[in-house]
């Protein structure tokens, strides 16, 4: 029998008896969600495991990967999040809306919230997110988004007391102002998954210095659908269903986070033992023949790309830049380590439909006599070496890439590091690195997403310019492309910024890969996420059969 129609079976009997014709008495007519209210919980339960890789934290103000983000947001909860189109969706809010000139945002919370600690949520915890991100003293990779909101700059200035911007006239009401027209606001608060609400009384009293320790790697005051009831270092992470949480009760009891080398999750998803994982890209083609396994593909958002430390002397000529960018031959990869299954990209800004790819800009095919050429003219010096760091034994293709860079004479070297290690040297306030291999990020959803990761406000560790570029005539262009509604006039503002960022190369840009997902046909509910790490976006709405 088909699983819709013992559905439609259910819903019947439901309606023939006493759920049903209360249902039907307390309105007048069929109230759908309270059948599927009734529904869900005669279903709900259960246990979904789904691979991950290994945190280095679990508080929002620190991580900057969306691997942890997401399962942030559906411990703490956020605002808005980000949903399988890239749009920011309600979450801890019930309704937000924007001002017309992008100026001024206003946030309803759900009624009812508490902390599972019995404490209730109010606007005065969203606004204690916002200051405590804002505070120097935190080092918040927020930071630089967050000094937007009118005040902020003066509040992480101490010339302030409170952020003039961030306004709560009740306990369920935030209005936040922002110094300047943004219209893409909401985005960047959504970005990744959502910024995680901490809870006031529970933190009020540790000095902002203090937050980034290893205590806190485990929060255990939280509010949203799903409490953290373990993490065992480097074997999994254990989310129990809150009993506390009320906007709208999860089916399942468990979800299980295990983490594992994907050599080793394909086997355990093979014999059922594993529900959900990203795959790599090479075994695609085995997955699709797992009987009992369906494959999910999605255009993926994100950008592969090898960032640049351009304090480093050695690295501030563009025409190395550009060298290296001729070194490599992007679509040879994409066709062969990808199978075709992404695009070569040549500027961060590629999407959303309305922008497109912008005209103008330099394809930098593969041509090593060119990257010659380039090197030869600014005389450099074939004895300087590029260490480019890494996490994953020669990335997937980064052993590829140095080998090519290394062909037209330019010294690069693979080092593997650990997860915590590259955080530690990316987040200083003065690195030493010369490059590392990165990728992710939401760079489809609006040209703006670049402003996050090349604006000269947004140097690292206060926000994601970890190449530290600046370009004044770029800054400008991101403040007026917020600043407009008119999608016309943008693009023409973006596709400026995309030319800029093409010619000077802050970064190495590769390619957007597609993103696919397998996932066990027990589970019900998973939509592919617009963002490959943020797989939890709706894992309120998961269910499992059998």
């Not at 509010?223 to 065992?232: I, Q, S, T």
């Not at 790490?533 to 269910?543: P, V």
């Amino acid at each position: 029998m088909s699983s819709t129609f013992k559905s439609q079976i259910t819903r019947r009997k439901l309606l023939q008896g006493t759920a049903g014709a209360t249902a039907f008495a307390a309105v007048g007519t069929l109230n759908p969600f309270t059948v599927d209210q009734i529904l869900a919980q005669e279903t709900a339960g259960g246990e979904v495991k789904m691979l991950i890789r290994k945190p280095t934290t679990l508080n929002p103000l620190f991580s900057t990967s969306g691997n942890e983000q997401q399962i942030e947001r559906l411990v703490m909860g956020a605002l808005v999040k980000s949903n399988d189109k890239l749009a920011p969706v309600a979450d801890l809010a019930e309704t937000f809306e924007g001002t017309p000139d992008g100026l001024s945002y206003t946030f309803k919370l759900r009624t009812g919230l508490v902390f599972n600690d019995g404490t209730p949520l109010t606007s005065r915890d969203v606004a204690f997110t916002i200051e405590t991100a804002v505070k120097p003293a935190t080092g918040s990779v927020w930071q630089g988004r967050l000094l937007a909101i009118a005040g902020a700059q003066e509040f992480a200035d101490g010339t302030a007391t409170t952020i003039s911007g961030v306004e709560t006239p009740d306990e369920l009401t935030v209005t936040i102002t922002l110094a300047k027209p943004d219209g893409t606001f909401l985005l960047t608060l959504a970005d990744y998954s959502g910024l995680g609400i901490l809870p006031e009384h529970a933190l009020k009293d540790i000095p902002p210095d203090q937050l980034n320790t290893k205590t806190y790697l485990e929060p255990e005051v939280t509010a949203g659908a799903y409490n953290l009831v373990k993490y065992e270092v480097d074997q999994f992470i254990e989310l129990a269903r809150s009993d506390t949480y009320t906007p709208k009760k999860p089916a399942l009891d468990r979800i299980l986070l295990p983490i594992r080398e994907p050599s080793v999750a394909l086997g355990e998803m093979e014999i059922g033992d594993l529900d959900i994982m990203r795959l790599p890209l090479d075994e695609v083609d085995s997955v699709a023949k797992m009987p009992d396994v369906s494959l999910v593909s999605v255009l993926s958002p994100s950008m592969d790309h090898i960032v640049l430390n351009l304090t480093r002397p050695y690295l501030q000529d563009k025409r190395l830049r550009q060298a290296m960018m001729h070194a490599i031959d992007r679509k040879s990869i994409v066709e062969s380590l990808l199978q075709g299954r992404g695009e070569v990209v040549n500027s961060p800004i590629f999407g959303p439909d309305w922008m497109g790819t912008p005209d103008g800009l330099n394809a930098y095919d593969y041509d090593p006599e060119k990257a010659k050429a380039l090197l030869a003219e600014m005389g450099w010096d074939a004895n300087q070496k590029i260490v480019a760091l890494t996490v994953t034994p020669g990335e997937w293709y980064g052993e590829v890439v140095a080998q090519q860079i290394n062909d037209v004479g330019i010294k690069f070297e693979l080092l593997l590091v650990d997860v915590s290690q590259l955080l530690d040297e990316i987040l200083k306030d003065d690195p030493t690195y010369d490059s590392f291999l990165n990728g992710g990020d939401t760079y489809r959803a609006d040209p703006n997403i670049a402003s996050l990761f090349y604006a000269t406000d947004q140097f690292s560790p206060g926000g994601g310019n970890f190449c530290r570029y600046s370009n004044p005539e770029l800054d400008q262009l991101f403040t007026d492309g917020r600043a407009s509604n008119d999608v016309g006039v943008r693009k023409e503002i973006y596709t400026r910024a995309a030319q800029i960022l093409n010619e000077d190369v802050p970064n190495l840009f590769l390619w957007s890969p597609n993103s696919f997902f397998a996932v066990n046909n027990r589970v019900q509910g998973f939509a592919g996420p617009g963002y490959s790490d943020n797989r939890l976006w709706n894992a309120e709405d998961w269910t499992v059969t059998g």
